[in-house]
């Protein structure tokens, strides 16, 4: 379990080299540190030699039939081989199509091409990075009529099939359930506990009839209880905490990461606990 990270925004680049802060681990955006030089890959190997760090992507595009982009694999790769990261993530969904990038992370329905399809594009991009990836569940605004299976069922199939692993984002499940009207407890009991590499946690926005994710509050307290759930459900899990938008001072964030770490642990040290003092090899 890797810990307790923040995802590395340039607002922090000084404050992170400066002041080296008890951070377990920093999430990247890959596409931010693709071009080779510039201030941003040297910050990166900078970080990277003071901590592990997770490359979090947004051009897999898993959700189309449009071909792979190699280029942006290729640069991946290289990526991949000079700052060594601890996995390498992306997002369950298509963000292009037709050579056009959407700049969005869009739905796709849950049937069985489209099972296919993300199958087939997952397994050829982990044979191309000789890197199994890990997949971020999406924030969903809208269900499809054509979708024949839930969006749980959907990853556990891509896990089975593929070998993937999944990034919770349990904003996301939280937003989507509200704005779906599914029982978001329910939806992670669903999925296959030895596939969960990773937690996300995040604010968003609420809008009364719908939730946007937005990434510019902090966690509400609904979230932490579903995390809270999320905790008993898989054990401790490596969590990092977002924020894109009205990024406040690097001491707010740590003061939250820390929340994050007292929920956690709060469920599985007992556990652990007793894992440590119990050497008999029976069950209690």
Known sequence: ?????????????????????????????TENYLAPGGRPRAVLREIRANYPVVLHGLSFNVGTDDPLDFHYLDQLKRLIAEVQPEWVSDHLCWTGLHGYTSHDLLPIAYTDDNLQRCADKISRIQDYLQHRIVLENPSVYIGFRSNTMTEPEFINALVRQTGCEVLLDINNVYVSGFNLGFDPRAYIDTLIPSAIRQFHLAGHTNNVTHIIDTHDHPVCDEVWELYRHACQRFGPVATLLERDDHIPEFTELMTELAHARQVQESVTRPAETMTTHDSSGLQP
């Open 1 to 29: 379990m890797l810990g307790y990270g923040l995802g590395l925004r340039s607002v922090h680049y000084d404050h992170v080299l400066t002041h080296r802060p008890a951070v377990d681990w920093f999430e990247l955006i």
